[in-house]
């Protein structure tokens, strides 16, 4: 394994974000959820992931509000 350093941690997100891909096992108009890893010990708190059919990326966190502006209305709930 390749030593970890900032900059080839940089080089690799340049790498993702300029050349496109996609995950095969990510559904769009899913919300996947997930409990996120700083609950304190209380396992509350779920970060919730969804893709539309664009490929545009909706992120809400709990109750909040959505940090898109898109509503996130899935037909299913992929939980952990």
Known sequence: MREVSTERLLKDTKRV?????WIPTVKT????????????GTFTG???VQ?????DIFVQIDDSKA???????AE???SE
């Open 17 to 21: 974000l300029e050349q496109p891909f």
């Open 29 to 40: 108009d899913t919300i996947y959820a997930r409990t996120h890893d700083d609950h304190d």
């Open 46 to 48: 779920k970060i919730y």
């Open 51 to 55: 893709v539309d059919m664009m490929g």
């Open 67 to 73: 940090i898109d502006s898109e509503p996130m209305a």
């Open 76 to 78: 299913e709930i992929v």
